[in-house]
């Protein structure tokens, strides 16, 4: 009701004439309700999971609206953002909602307001993530066209930061598909994320999952120092949260077992005291 202007604490909304939710473009928000509802709206997933696809149906006609050029950009970023918090939360639960959401994002990821393009640029990602192969295929070229602009050195950091996600996201759904020959150094030089420090999660399970992968893993061999300062940097710190955290603990026990004296070697070689010890207690048998 809130979402189709039809609660009789908003004003009378234009008449439905039977087509669906009818939303007067020009009507203004109360912004503690419509902060209330975005709360609210990007909760529910995250609580729900897959069991709030049912809800979602109903709740993405009442959200299209608000994606109408003539509404503001405020509208915009709630709208996208709300969708893409869904989409995330569904997982590949929501696949089928690619091609309905992705012309929308790729718009608004060029949006004029900052928040707009942020959600924008996260949805992007967790489409590319969990949409259809296929699917998400026919759109790669355009997904990435629209991302390269949000990581340019005027972007804002936030945007930034969740454009690193999305372009980690693709990554991890499809390694080899991708130029990862630009795309590693560019995740690798912005690392570790401060703005969006959530952003940090993908972004170095893409790089380690290209570590890991044998048909990607001579390309990092060149770029083994920048990894493992950026792993070191994390160990401990705020930047990851505790599982991300003992995926790095774990895949550097991993490259140790793999080459333990030249990984020590190069644990040694790295600038930062703080950050040798770190990366040395973690490879020392308990």
């Known amino acids: ?15 439905d004439d039977g087509a669906g939710p009818v939303v007067d473009d020009g009507e203004d928000h109360d912004d503690a309700l419509w902060e209330a509802v975005t709360e609210l709206l990007t909760t529910l997933p995250k609580v729900l999971g ?8 109903r709740l993405l006609p009442a959200l299209q609206p608000y994606l109408r050029e003539a509404h503001p950009s405020s509208d915009h970023s709630l709208a996208i953002g709300i969708i893409a918090e869904s989409l995330n ?5 929501g696949s089928t909602y690619f091609e309905q959401v992705v012309p929308h994002a790729l718009r608004f990821s060029a949006s004029s307001d900052c928040t707009c393009r942020q ?6 990602g967790v489409l590319g993530l969990f949409g259809e192969r296929c699917t998400v295929l026919r759109y790669m070229q355009s997904m990435l066209e629209a991302l390269q602009p949000r990581l340019s050195e005027e972007e804002e950091e936030v945007v930034c930061d969740n454009g690193i996600g999305a372009i980690a996201r693709l990554v991890l759904a499809y390694g080899c598909d991708l130029p ?8 690798l030089a912005r690392l570790p994320l401060k703005a969006d420090k959530g952003e940090n999660a993908p972004a170095i399970r893409c790089l380690m999952q290209v570590a890991h992968d044998e048909r990607t893993r001579g390309m990092m ?10 792993l070191a940097c994390m160990l ?16 550097l026990q991993w490259l140790h077992a793999q080459a333990p004296e030249q990984l020590t070697a190069m644990a040694m070689a790295l600038a930062e005291p703080s950050q ?11």
Do not use: K
Not at 119 to 124: A, G, I
Not at 221 to 230: Q, R, T, Y
Not at 276 to 286: F, H, K, Q, S
């Open 1 to 15: 009701m809130l979402l189709e202007q039809r609660h009789p604490c908003q004003q009378t909304p234009v008449e």
């Open 119 to 124: 959600n924008s640029v996260f949805c992007l």
């Open 50 to 57: 897959a069991s709030w696809r049912p809800h979602f149906d």
């Open 89 to 93: 939360q569904l997982e590949q639960n």
């Open 180 to 187: 990862l020959s630009s795309i590693v150094p560019a995740i």
């Open 221 to 230: 061999e060149c770029h083994g120092n920048a990894l493992l300062s950026v």
């Open 236 to 251: 401990g710190s705020d930047y990851a949260e505790g599982p991300v955290q003992l995926e790095i603990r774990a895949f």
């Open 276 to 286: 040798r010890t770190r990366l040395l207690e973690c490879l020392t048998p308990r």
